[in-house]
């Protein structure tokens, strides 16, 4: 790494900190002021509140990585133009070629960042802010339906990966912060959708190799699953103090019923959607999410092409402060259309790799158009 490429890295990544800090700060001060409502209520005290505050800034690290890269840039460079060192650098033949370079080698730092929170740190640590508010809370998670939770999942001859005998549709009152499942049902159909069992669970417990110990079981078997052509047909019935089931559901297909798919990593999407799919459920909006996490740490690299054409505006009083302020309102606008194209696509079926990929296209093409500009002039 030369000089100028040593230079350029440590004036930016020290500017780029330090705006992340600033909006992580600004980000928990207003979470933390909606976290105050509920503390003295059920155990939830305020070091429950900091701590779920705390877990919760990996994720926004993930999100505001870009921003905090096009401003920390965009404030750099101005200080270069504003001190004529940039103008300097040109004369000593720094081409906008090679400046593009730097910054290029620069991004691949920011992207493998952006890439660890959002693959690793953020996935785990909004999980487990989830788990300490809940526990605190003494409370369970449970869908905003009366009936608990749904899934479907198939039934197979050898466990996981024979052929396909069945349906399974399963339900449960609610999931403790631990995993553990009360209030469990399970209706199993046969390949004619015929109801061929119902198994009724006071709680179950996941113990690994996508099996659960079902507990104070009591199960109903219908003859030949024809109860619904024929009410008189025979049925078994029989109650136990536990079972093992092997299902395709484990506790990482439960946790994304109540995750924010933005929040999930990359390889959670796809298993799901892949769950998704083979219970023939809709997955446009996991695909789409799953996309997105595999291109919005490209999107470092287009905040950066955005940043580069502020290098050749030369502002005099009030320059810095002018190209921050446009820096935010760029990436405040890089956000906001990349939601609103998330839901565009949702609502017009585009294709997922589309939805999630023209934003960052349509900024860099802008940022191309501009650094064409202001270099030929």
């Given at each position: 790494?030369?000089v100028?490429?040593?230079?350029?890295?440590?004036?930016?990544?020290?500017?780029?900190?330090?705006?992340?800090l600033?909006?992580?700060?600004?980000?928990?001060?207003?979470?933390?002021?909606?976290?105050?409502?509920?503390?003295?209520?059920?155990?939830?005290?305020?070091?429950?509140?900091?701590?779920?505050?705390?877990?919760?800034m990996?994720?926004?690290?993930?999100?505001?990585?870009?921003?905090?890269?096009?401003?920390?840039t965009?404030?750099?460079?101005?200080?270069?133009?504003?001190?004529?060192?940039?103008?300097?650098?040109?004369?000593?033949?720094?081409?906008?070629?090679?400046?593009?370079?730097?910054?290029?080698?620069?991004?691949?730092?920011?992207m493998?960042?952006?890439?660890?929170?959002?693959?690793?740190?953020?996935p785990?640590?909004?999980?487990?802010?989830e788990?300490?508010?809940?526990?605190?809370?003494?409370a369970?998670?449970?869908?905003?339906?009366?009936?608990?939770?749904?899934?479907?999942?198939?039934?197979?001859?050898?466990?996981?990966?024979?052929?396909?005998?069945?349906?399974?549709?399963?339900?449960?009152?609610?999931?403790?912060?631990?995993g553990?499942?009360?209030?469990?049902?399970?209706?199993?159909?046969?390949?004619?959708f015929?109801?061929?069992k119902?198994?009724?669970?006071?709680?179950?417990?996941?113990?690994?190799?996508?099996?659960?110990?079902?507990?104070?079981?009591?199960e109903?078997?219908?003859a030949?699953?024809?109860?619904?052509?024929?009410?008189?047909?025979p049925?078994?019935?029989?109650?136990?103090?536990?079972?093992?089931?092997?299902?395709?559901?484990?506790?990482?297909?439960?946790?994304?019923?109540?995750?924010?798919?933005?929040?999930?990593?990359?390889?959670?999407?796809?298993?799901?959607?892949?769950?998704?799919?083979?219970?023939?459920?809709?997955?446009?909006?996991?695909?789409?999410a799953?996309?997105?996490?595999?291109?919005?740490?490209?999107?470092v690299?287009?905040?950066?092409?955005?940043a580069?054409?502020?290098?050749?505006?030369?502002?005099?009083?009030?320059?810095?402060?002018?190209?921050?302020?446009?820096?935010?309102?760029?990436?405040?606008?890089?956000?906001?259309?990349?939601?609103?194209?998330?839901?565009?696509g949702?609502?017009?079926?585009?294709?997922?790799?589309?939805?999630?990929?023209?934003p960052?296209?349509?900024?860099?093409s802008?940022?191309?158009?501009?650094?064409?500009?202001?270099?030929?002039?």
């Amino acid at each position: 790494m030369s000089v100028l490429e040593r230079y350029f890295a440590s004036e930016i990544i020290r500017s780029v900190l330090f705006a992340l800090l600033a909006f992580l700060s600004l980000f928990a001060f207003f979470d933390l002021m909606g976290e105050l409502q509920d503390v003295g209520h059920n155990g939830y005290m305020l070091q429950n509140a900091m701590l779920y505050v705390l877990l919760g800034m990996p994720g926004y690290v993930y999100e505001l990585m870009p921003i905090a890269t096009l401003i920390g840039t965009i404030y750099t460079l101005a200080q270069f133009a504003s001190r004529s060192e940039f103008t300097i650098m040109r004369v000593s033949s720094l081409s906008t070629v090679m400046a593009a370079k730097i910054l290029a080698k620069i991004g691949i730092l920011f992207m493998l960042v952006t890439l660890l929170f959002g693959e690793v740190l953020a996935p785990k640590s909004s999980e487990l802010a989830e788990k300490v508010r809940l526990e605190a809370q003494g409370a369970s998670v449970s869908q905003q339906f009366r009936s608990g939770l749904w899934a479907k999942d198939q039934i197979r001859a050898n466990g996981v990966h024979g052929s396909v005998i069945g349906t399974r549709f399963f339900n449960a009152q609610s999931i403790s912060p631990a995993g553990r499942l009360e209030g469990v049902r399970l209706y199993e159909l046969d390949n004619a959708f015929h109801l061929a069992k119902i198994i009724i669970a006071g709680s179950g417990d996941y113990v690994g190799a996508n099996t659960w110990r079902l507990n104070e079981v009591t199960e109903t078997v219908f003859a030949d699953g024809k109860t619904e052509r024929d009410i008189t047909a025979p049925l078994s019935l029989r109650k136990i103090p536990s079972t093992m089931l092997v299902s395709e559901i484990t506790p990482e297909i439960l946790s994304v019923l109540f995750s924010d798919p933005d929040r999930m990593s990359a390889y959670d999407l796809l298993s799901y959607t892949r769950h998704l799919a083979a219970n023939n459920q809709h997955t446009e909006r996991y695909e789409i999410a799953f996309w997105k996490k595999l291109i919005y740490p490209l999107s470092v690299f287009v905040m950066l092409a955005m940043a580069l054409p502020f290098a050749y505006l030369h502002f005099r009083a009030g320059g810095v402060s002018l190209k921050i302020f446009t820096g935010i309102m760029i990436g405040v606008s890089f956000l906001l259309v990349n939601n609103l194209f998330a839901h565009l696509g949702l609502l017009n079926t585009w294709s997922p790799f589309f939805t999630a990929a023209l934003p960052s296209m349509f900024f860099f093409s802008i940022a191309a158009a501009t650094l064409y500009m202001v270099d030929r002039h």
